[in-house]
């Protein structure tokens, strides 16, 4: 019964999360939601969106539950998985109805967020200030290119070595990641901001610091939001590297101690959990890109009707 009132309740919040995406169409497309949905399912986006979910998983059960194949004899069926996932009395001590569970997102979310916050703190400026000023660029750019390749498990031993505590240290590693990438998409949005926009802004008399407000910034805005979407989704799997090693919680930490105690179906469960919290993270940022960004879109709108 417990098991049937979950899976509505997550049935629920699937098709609330996408009843809520389909009306923000209807909206952009001044439609109603009746025909927006009509119009979602039907397509074919959504349709090789579902077959990819239904042959990934067919694929799954195949391998492993039907054939049998050597390869893949000590790994869980999905049938499996999501029966650990969804029992009140686990096998391995992990399911939604356990404490650890939900201990462990907590963990994972928050070292996330605050790598993300940090890398989006620092890494904006750091890449307006490269794009912006010449004699920066020339300086940092090269240190940031052979720092940039160093895999985050190499930053482990170092981390744990300078900072106080475990929490530091992975919250360190997870942020070099999302870093990098959040300045080196901001310097790429300062770089494709047209040379004409600034000469006009001079001869209309603007000063440096109006340049920078009203060019640059609004400029490389597209290119900034991008950037934090892939900066989420790496600071997810920057994390887990971290968590393996020098963490007691999280994820990252399940997983690898599911290996190492030999509880298989709990390693595809972290790893499910992670892809759907990575995932969520990333829609919640290019949502609030979008509607931050909803000037460009009637802009751009405006071009194209213009152009009609």
Request: hydrophobic residues 55%.
């Amino acid at each position: 019964m417990q098991t049937a009132l979950i899976l509505i309740a997550l049935a629920a919040l699937i098709l609330g999360l996408a009843a809520w995406r389909i009306q923000g169409q209807a909206r952009l497309y001044e439609v109603g939601f009746g025909r927006q949905l009509a119009t979602t399912l039907s397509s074919k986006s959504f349709q090789l969106t579902l077959a990819g979910f239904v042959i990934f998983v067919g694929l799954w059960w195949v391998t492993v539950s039907l054939l049998k194949l050597p390869w893949f004899n000590r790994l869980p069926g999905p049938l499996e998985v999501v029966g650990e996932w969804l029992s009140p009395t686990p096998t391995f001590g992990i399911s939604i109805y356990t404490k650890d569970y939900y201990t462990h997102i907590f963990y994972s979310t928050y070292r996330a967020t605050a790598a993300f916050l940090l890398a989006t703190l620092l890494g904006i400026p750091f890449g307006l200030l490269m794009g912006w000023n010449k004699k920066f660029y020339d300086y940092s750019l090269p240190l940031v290119e052979l720092i940039r390749p160093i895999p985050p498990l190499a930053w482990v031993p170092l981390a744990i070595l300078v900072l106080p505590g475990s929490e530091p240290a992975v919250i360190f590693v997870t942020f070099l990641v999302a870093f990098f990438v959040t300045t080196l998409n901001t310097l790429l949005g300062v770089e494709s901001i047209d040379d004409n926009y600034f000469r006009a802004a001079k001869c209309l008399g603007a000063s440096n610091k109006d340049i920078l407000f009203d060019v640059v910034v609004p400029g490389a805005l597209p290119f900034i939001f991008t950037g934090l979407q892939i900066s989420m989704g790496a600071s997810w799997f920057s994390l887990v590297a971290g968590e393996m090693i020098a963490a007691q919680y999280g994820l990252g930490f399940l997983i690898w101690d599911s290996y190492s105690v030999i509880a298989y179906p709990v390693i595809f469960i972290g790893m499910a959990t992670l892809g759907i919290i990575g995932w969520a993270s990333s829609a919640l940022v290019r949502v609030v890109g979008r509607r931050l960004m909803a000037w460009r879109e009637a802009e751009l709108s405006g071009g194209a009707r213009a152009e009609v």
